[in-house]
């Protein structure tokens, strides 16, 4: 329960702190309804959708309301997919808005002792240090290769988790060696005519959990004619920070990151994960108040690009014979991939120049699939809600193959297979492995 | 009444709505209530005390009669995309939803007509009888939300109003809650049916002042075979107001003919990316369809006739997809004027098709007397334009301005032999102008019909009829 005083802070900080041109720049018009996920998986509940979100936001600010932990759980729901965004004709900026209310809440709000530790360890302990992050995958790699994952299946440990996470323990992709990840290179020379060069943001989860496709990422773009770069002391971009209304550690990582790649100018700054793209392109907005920092964001941003655009950007499709065994394939957009970084020709592009791919849309391919940074973890019924969903769409397709564009997206399609008890008959992959595949 | 007494007494009320609905339809938290204290018109807020969604027409029955019993006041409320204050609860009480009566009851293809529940989007009934080769032609530019139980209490028009009418040419049927309590039917699926008044029209844009639709019954047409769309570009905006005219008189009547000014055109094509021409004063998006060589006939006379009146280009949409893009970006005006400017005010007069270029240039007349910013989009070939000022509702000077240029666009209009709104409602915004209209002596027979049907004036109270009329600015003629 929220304490008057903190009620009180909250409204203040509302009235202080959120943009309240872009607050009414909300003509409650509507026409963002039938794209929000949670609006329709709570039964039209306008509190649960975009424009009930900026009213309850205006309304404090407005002093109409007082804060209260409904209208916090409110916010909480929101998958921040942002489908919201480009359906709006008046181009009212949803996600900037939620962050700024989730982040005065968040700063304000009195946690549970084991909340507070988890984000504590997440947010500050673990994410912003790469290297902890390694460790931690480190672990993870002995916990699957010691056959201790095995072991702990057979005495059901899991079973004491969430049915959610306990699914999701299965489907964590196997791991690399730490050594494997130290030892990698950051330097790989173009194939062919050189087109560019082309810095890689790694990524904390894809260059640990996700190494494997990284690598596919940098051999696609060397064949595409580009010298990859792997800027050091880069780190995580910050999304889950963001998101979850840590926005002052988010800021820092945008700095550090921001310099880690002034040392290589690079062409493009290349991204294979939706979430990351969509955190790192608004790096310009996050420090648009830090003078010493504001033109240097909009450097770093202007050349941001996701690899299935830099691909059909430079003509990879026709420039190689891509085949794989038929098969039928469907694509599940990453909502901020399409939303926010606006990407979402191009992967399909990409799939249907494969020979022996049946390419069918999904219905509904460009909502979210309820994965949505940590929100599976902190709101796992409405996640599972929207999954389950989700998979019966998967089904209509018939496709063996379900592609996507952002780990977060392959883990929860991974987890929607297992709950639909396809394994072994439906696989989820990353688009960068699956063009690889489709190359050799 | 002090406050421990109107406590208890929501507290009461909230009790037995849960008895009629479930505990789980009754909405009293605060983010429950704020949620639904505005609908898409500027500058009117005020929270319900208890939100309600009735699942079936019984329970709304019971509902009303429960408010009747209790003197609460009662506003209907589909998706709340209204744009003249009708589904803001400005004197508190409860707000009824119609969200869980939402299907698709019957479609009798041999009678041609579909029968819904109020809560039906307005484009899930379009796309379900397109699907059988049928037509349901309103289509008002919030169709994608809309719900046909709003469309039918706000009488709602749309781009096809020209050609084929607004939502009251096709409601055929109606079960509508009364404020006693009482269940009743009107009209049939009949094309002729003269057993009493006219119960059906009578309920059609009575903008929830005297019952709640529970289902309703419309008339489908066969879908037309054939469609063509296209865009005339004018950099003289009354001769684009000229053409429309001259393309009537030539007994010629599309399906749609549209009207966008500059600003409206740069703010849609900053939304939509659709490569709508921008360096242009004003176009007009065209429409007609039918059998093919009727289409292809007319839009061959029109596009002449664009040219005689000095359009500077007429371009032919490529595709139906081209030209699906082309309507919806239409449909996104008022909502992409919105990002010019903090606050949209829209209003609706409307006036004989003869009198467009009359009307657009007393617009724009009106608008530099004022000094404020007025954008003009809107159904040109049935003389309903949507004047929409930019503004700033922080701004009170230039509110003031506002109202002022608003009171002389209404007078205008009515001057010219039209109307207040053609579509959108009296609701709050209009209210005070309505005597404008219809007189003292009009507005009497319409107060005698509501303490006819809601003596207790519950349903949505402080709408249509204002405490106080305006004074018109110059003598009636």
């Known amino acids: 329960m929220m304490t008057t005083s903190v009620k009180k802070k909250i409204q203040k900080e509302f009235k202080e702190k959120m943009d309240y041109d872009e607050l009414l720049n909300c003509m409650r018009c509507g026409f963002c309804l039938p794209s929000c996920p949670t609006y329709i998986e709570t039964g039209q509940q306008e509190k649960y959708s975009p424009r009930g979100r900026i009213a309850l936001m205006k309304g404090i600010t407005d002093g109409v309301i007082e804060p209260d932990d409904d209208i916090a759980h409110s916010l909480d729901l929101c998958l921040g997919c942002r489908a919201c965004e480009p359906v709006c004709p008046s181009g009212v900026k949803y996600g900037r808005l939620l962050e700024d209310a989730r982040s005065i809440i968040q700063t304000n709000k009195k946690q549970s002792v084991p909340v507070k530790l988890l984000r504590k360890g997440i947010f500050e302990e673990l994410f912003p240090h790469q290297n902890r992050m390694e460790k931690a995958t480190n672990l993870l790699g002995f916990y699957q290769r010691s056959g201790l994952s095995k072991a702990v299946r057979k005495i059901g440990f899991m079973e004491l988790f969430p049915s959610s996470m306990a699914t999701m323990e299965k489907v964590l992709p196997e791991v690399p060696k730490r050594k494997e990840i130290k030892q990698r290179p950051r330097f790989f020379e173009h194939e062919g005519e050189k087109k560019a060069t082309a810095a890689l943001f790694a990524g904390c989860l894809m260059d640990t959990m996700f190494f494997s496709t990284n690598n596919a990422t940098i051999k696609l773009l060397q064949k595409a004619g580009c010298d990859v770069v792997i800027p050091e002391n880069q780190l995580c971009c910050g999304a889950l920070h963001g998101h979850s209304g840590e926005l002052e550690k988010a800021k820092q990582m945008a700095k550090q990151n921001i310099e880690a790649f002034e040392k290589e100018e690079a062409d493009y700054i290349i991204t294979n994960a939706g979430g990351c793209g969509a955190f790192l392109i608004e790096y310009d907005h996050i420090l648009k108040d830090e003078p010493e920092w504001a033109d240097r964001a909009k450097h770093f941003v202007s050349r941001l690009k996701d690899i299935s655009a830099i691909l059909v950007d430079l003509d990879f499709q026709n420039k190689y014979r891509l085949h794989l065994p038929e098969q039928t394939v469907t694509y599940q957009d990453s909502c901020h991939l399409r939303n926010v970084m606006q990407t979402f020709e191009e992967p399909r592009t990409l799939l249907k120049s494969i020979e022996g791919v049946h390419y069918e849309e999904m219905e509904g391919a460009n909502t979210c699939c309820g994965s949505a940074g940590i929100y599976n973890i902190v709101e796992p019924d409405m996640a599972m809600q929207i999954l389950d969903h989700k998979m019966e769409k998967v089904e209509k397709t018939h496709a063996k193959t379900i592609v996507t564009a952002n780990p977060g997206c392959l883990l929860e399609m991974k987890l929607g297979i297992e709950r639909a008890n396809k394994s072994g008959q439906v696989r989820a992959v990353h688009i960068a492995d699956l063009l690889l595949e489709a190359l050799d | ?477």
């Open chain 2, 1 to 477: 009444m002090s406050s421990v007494k109107v406590k208890k007494k929501l507290n009461k009320l909230k009790e037995q709505l849960a008895d009629i609905v479930g505990t789980e339809n009754v909405d009293d938290t605060t983010s429950g209530r704020l949620v639904y204290s505005y609908d898409a018109t500027p500058n009117y807020q005020s929270l319900p005390d208890l939100v309600v969604a009735p699942g079936n027409a019984e329970e709304t029955a019971a509902v009303l009669k429960l408010c009747s019993e209790t003197e609460t006041p009662v506003y209907s409320r589909g998706s709340g995309s209204n744009l003249c204050a009708d589904t803001c609860p400005v004197k508190g009480g409860v707000v009824l939803l119609v969200k869980r009566m939402n299907k698709i009851l019957e479609l009798d293809k041999e009678n041609l007509a579909v029968t819904v529940q109020p809560g039906v989007i307005t484009k899930t009934i379009c796309d379900t009888v397109e699907k059988e080769g049928l037509f349901y032609p309103p289509d008002p530019s919030s169709m994608k939300i809309s719900t046909i139980g709003g469309n039918i209490s706000e009488n709602s028009g749309g781009l096809r109003g020209l050609k084929y009418g607004v939502t009251r040419d096709y409601v055929m049927a109606l079960q509508i809650a009364l404020p006693n309590g009482e269940l009743i039917r009107t009209g049939g699926k009949l094309t002729k049916d003269v057993a009493g008044y006219d119960l059906t029209r009578l309920f059609i844009g009575s903008e929830g002042t005297l019952g709640v639709i529970t289902e309703a019954t419309l008339k489908l047409i066969p879908k037309p075979e054939a469609q063509k769309t296209i865009l005339a570009l004018y950099q003289d905006i009354e001769a684009a107001g000229r053409s429309v005219s001259k393309i009537i008189a030539n007994k010629m009547i599309p399906a749609t003919l549209e009207f966008l000014d500059q600003d409206t055109l740069r703010a849609v094509e900053d939304f939509a990316h659709i490569g709508l021409p921008t360096d242009v004063k004003a176009i007009l998006l065209i429409v007609q369809d039918g059998p093919q060589e009727i289409v292809d006939r007319d839009i061959k006379k029109i596009a002449e006739i664009c040219r005689s009146e000095q359009a500077v280009d007429v371009q032919l949409a490529a595709s139906e997809e081209e030209a699906e893009k082309l309507a919806t970006a239409r449909r996104s005006a008022l909502s992409a004027l919105a990002r010019l400017k903090p606050t949209t005010i829209l209003e609706d007069a409307t006036v004989p098709r003869s009198e467009i270029a009359t009307m657009v240039r007393a617009i724009s007349e009106i608008a530099e007397k004022y000094n404020v910013r007025i954008s003009t989009f809107g159904h040109a070939g049935d003389g309903n334009l949507h004047p929409t000022c930019l503004t700033d509702s922080r701004n009170e000077d230039e509110m003031q301005r506002v109202e002022a240029a608003f009171s002389e666009i209404f007078e205008k209009a009515i001057e010219l032999g039209g109307t207040l709104t053609g579509e959108h409602g009296i609701g709050m915004t209009k209210a005070p102008y309505l005597e404008w209209k219809l007189g003292e002596a009009g507005l009497q027979v319409m107060r005698g019909i509501k303490q006819a049907i809601d003596p207790k004036n519950i349903m949505n109270p402080g709408k249509v009829f204002a405490d106080e009329s305006k004074e018109r600015m110059v003598a009636a003629k």
